[in-house]
């Protein structure tokens, strides 16, 4: 007698992944933007300029400028498939604009933006009170790596060149962002290559404006950063916001244009 064939067996259907949660889009908001600040702005306070640069020990704008686009990058690979990796209102703003993000989640995500960067800041002030007599003093005398002109530039450029080169840098970060998340772009490398297009920028704009491009990151040292960083913060909302809105306006009939078929 033979045995019994095995019962035949259906294979399911490839199933999509279910999307994540609001609550947890916006957790991985605040955690990115807590991840960017704190490594940003905790480089900027404590290493930047270390022991006055004795024996080489600091990191200087270069360090500044690879933290940005290495906290960037780490959050992105992290976090992206949550979120999709935005940590920056004006990101989230110049997304909207551009078609690539419902505009009913944009209030939840600057608000999750903020709260991450604000939580980062006031922690690198509790570390830092912990600091040598007069460290927390100074580092808000100095305006607490807050992003401006005037005192709170570090090459001491005027309003003009701050705004300018903040609305530049975060158009090119914009543009770049909707290039490398676009259906023609390769698979894998977005953050790597946001990462790096923010080092690059910051690279230009941190002797000019102290480089923000980031409204949530420009809030959370400005109020720690004393009169001045309040005064001048409007210019770190105002810039990246108009620079991402024309990335976000311009990039698809610049470069998202579709041959016609003859």
């Not at 270390?50 to 024996?55: L, R, Y």
């Not at 992290?78 to 604009?97: D, E, K, Q, R, Y």
């Not at 709170?152 to 903040?166: A, T």
């Not at 980031?214 to 960083?229: D, E, F, K, M, V």
Request: proline share 6%.
């Amino acid at each position: 007698m033979s045995e019994a064939a095995p019962p035949a067996t259906v294979s399911a259907a490839p199933v999509a992944p279910a999307s994540p949660a609001v609550a947890a889009r916006l957790a991985a908001e605040v955690a990115g933007t807590f991840i960017l600040v704190f490594g940003v702005i905790g480089t900027a306070l404590f290493a930047a300029g270390f022991d006055g640069g004795t024996a080489g020990l600091n990191v200087g704008f270069l360090g500044v400028a690879l933290a940005l686009g290495l906290s960037v990058l780490v959050s992105a690979y992290a976090f992206g498939p949550v979120s999709g990796g935005h940590f920056n209102p004006a990101v989230t703003i110049g997304l909207a604009i551009a078609g690539r993000f419902a505009w009913k989640d944009v209030a939840g995500y600057i608000v999750a933006q903020i709260v991450g960067g604000i939580i980062a800041s006031s922690l690198l002030v509790a570390i830092a009170a912990g600091g040598p007599d007069g460290f927390l003093a100074n580092a808000q005398k100095g305006g607490f790596a807050s992003t401006g002109w005037g005192e709170l530039s570090p090459g001491g450029f005027g309003l003009v060149s701050s705004l300018v080169v903040e609305i530049i840098a975060t158009a090119v970060f914009v543009w770049v962002i909707l290039g490398v998340t676009s259906s023609r772009a390769a698979d894998g490398f977005a953050p790597l290559a946001i990462g790096l297009t923010l080092t690059l920028i910051a690279l230009v704009a941190i002797p000019i404006s102290n480089g923000s491009f980031n409204p949530a990151r420009s809030i959370a040292t400005a109020i720690y950063g004393g009169p001045t960083a309040l005064a001048q913060l409007w210019l770190s909302i105002v810039a990246p916001i108009v620079g991402a809105a024309i990335a976000g306006i311009t990039f698809k009939p610049l470069f998202d244009k579709v041959r016609r078929a003859s």
